[in-house]
Structure formats: structure tokens, C-alpha cells
């Protein structure tokens, strides 16, 4: 996933604003940033972090944004509708794009909130969106094309290609089904199995044990207090399941850290929150764009 700025916005202000911010988003999270120059209005680009090239807007539209389905979806018009004035002329620069095997999402408006009307969703514009990312991450950007089910079926894939746990990996297991009621009217699927069972985001079977994985999004207090009770929850049942004697390692994945949070100031209290009184601590791993470091002392 990246950011892709086609530049140059017709005001210089509104550029320079929007260099800066991906160069602040870039290097605050490691999210990729590229500049696609289909005007050049204000000259070279002194300082980037990401690859720089110049097309004509017509080619560039006709690669990203012609009879883009997924687009359409996303922004609830057509692309034509768009990005095309009159229907006619492509109109793209000033824009910023999510490219994700495509090009996803895209803002509709271009500059600041102030500039476009009080019915206009602020992270709709250029500027307004950027601002939520460099305050936000990768979250900012993932819940305008994907639902919550898909931004963390995306952390656990990434922590699953990161190959940390060496194992077999088994995604989506049910669990608790051992203590549903012996009657068909009260499987899984019902009322009652919702309320019993539960379901893991990824077990990872090892020599040494199974690691019961539950992932969330962002690094801080309320997401952490919510996937601690999960996986604890999640890890009980596991164990009625398939026998008490069972070893088992307990881990939340988050993959977005705010940019004010230093992860070295905190290793000790997650410790001391996630200390089991008769087992191994949950460990507990937060990321950046994929990257994933364990939060210990």
C-alpha cells in the first residue's frame, strides 16, 4: 500500500503542504510515498522520500483511473464524474491516491476543509485527509476503502508474512465448541454458540506450543484492554477444547503505533499487564507498515 500525490496542485501553498506531509507521513511510519507529475507547474521537487516520474495526465488517468470499478465503489461516483471536468477533461492534479494493486481510494476534493464548504467530510479533501494520516497512520488511510473485518485480516497477514513464529498457521478458528449444549438446535451458528464460542484470528501450531494470535489495529489503551480480555478469553476455551494440559503462547499483534508513543518507554507495565499468574506473559508485538517488534523489557 502507498500514497501517490499527482502533482502539482494548482496552488503553490497547497503543494508545498502536501510534499511536506508525506515526507512527514513517510518517515513518521513508514508508509510508501511517490509523486506522479502530471503538471509541472512549480519546478523540481528538492527533497522526497519516494520515487518521483512525470506522465501526461491523459496516460496517467487512462492507467489509474479509467473504468476503475473499485474507485467508483470507493468514492460513490464514477471516476469520469470525478476527475474528469465536463466529462471531458482530465482533471487530477492536486489529488492524492491510495494505491493498493490499483488505485483504490482518492480524495475528492482538493486543499483544506476551510476552502470546501461545511457538507464536505474534511479527510475528503487533500490537505484535511493527509493531516489525518501523519496524525493517524495507516489506519487513517485503510478505513476508507476497507472495512474493519478487512484492516485486520491485513495485520494478521502481515505478521504472518513476517514469519516470526515459525509454525503452521491456521486463521479463523472456532473455538469453545466443546462446551456448546448437546442439542442440534444449539450449534455454533446459533444464538446460544455465538454467546459460548469465539472465534481466534490465527492459531500457530510449533514444536513448543500453539500460539493463540488475536490482532488489532492501533497501539494504545482502549484497543489494548479490548484484544487482552479476547485472546485471554479465546485462550480458555482453546484449552477446554483440546485438553487443560495443552501449551499455549498468548499474543496481540497490533500494527499501527501512534507517532507520539515511544514503544520504549512502556515494555515494563505491558509487562506487568499481561503477567499470568500460572503461565508465560502474553506477548505482545506492535508495527509499523508490517514491520513488527515485540513490546518487552
Known amino acids: 500500500m502507498k500514497l501517490r500525490y499527482y502533482a502539482d496542485a494548482p496552488n503553490y501553498d497547497d503543494h508545498e503542504r502536501i510534499i511536506d506531509l508525506l515526507y512527514t507521513i513517510s518517515d513518521s511510519y513508514g508508509i510508501t510515498v511517490e509523486i ?34 473499485t474507485l467508483g465503489s470507493n468514492i460513490d461516483k464514477s471516476p469520469s464524474q470525478a476527475f474528469k471536468a465536463g466529462g471531458r477533461h482530465v482533471d487530477i ?122 490482532t488489532a489495529k492501533t497501539f494504545e489503551a482502549s484497543t489494548f484492554d479490548t484484544a487482552l480480555g479476547q485472546v485471554l478469553v479465546r485462550d480458555r476455551l482453546y484449552r477446554l477444547d483440546t485438553g487443560k494440559n495443552t501449551d499455549t503462547t498468548l499474543a496481540i499483534v497490533f500494527n499501527t503505533v501512534p507517532w507520539e508513543l515511544d514503544t520504549e518507554a512502556v515494555p515494563a507495565t505491558v509487562g506487568r499487564l499481561t503477567a499470568i499468574a500460572d503461565g508465560a506473559d502474553v506477548r505482545v508485538f506492535a508495527g509499523r507498515d508490517g514491520q513488527f517488534k515485540e513490546v518487552m523489557e
Open 36 to 69: 506522479e507529475r502530471v503538471n509541472n507547474r512549480f519546478g523540481s521537487v528538492q527533497v522526497f522520500p519516494g520515487s518521483i516520474r512525470e506522465n501526461s495526465p491523459e496516460d496517467v488517468y487512462d492507467r489509474d483511473f479509467h473504468y476503475n470499478r
Open 93 to 214: 492534479d492536486g489529488y492524492v491516491g491510495v494505491i493498493d494493486d490499483g488505485l483504490v481510494w482518492a480524495m475528492t476534493h482538493r486543499g483544506d476543509p476551510i476552502g470546501s464548504g461545511p457538507d464536505v467530510d474534511a479527510t475528503d479533501t487533500t490537505l484535511g485527509f493527509l493531516d489525518q494520516v501523519a496524525n493517524h497512520g495507516l489506519e487513517a488511510i485503510e478505513e476508507k476503502y476497507m472495512d474493519e473485518d478487512e484492516r485486520e485480516r491485513t495485520v494478521l497477514e502481515q505478521f504472518l508474512a513476517a514469519d516470526i513464529v515459525d509454525g503452521t498457521a491456521h486463521r479463523d478458528v472456532v473455538v469453545g465448541t466443546s462446551q456448546l449444549p448437546d442439542s442440534p438446535a444449539h450449534g455454533a451458528n446459533s444464538s446460544v454458540g455465538e454467546m459460548i464460542t469465539r472465534t481466534v484470528d490465527a492459531i500457530i501450531e510449533t514444536d513448543e506450543s500453539d500460539w493463540i494470535v488475536q
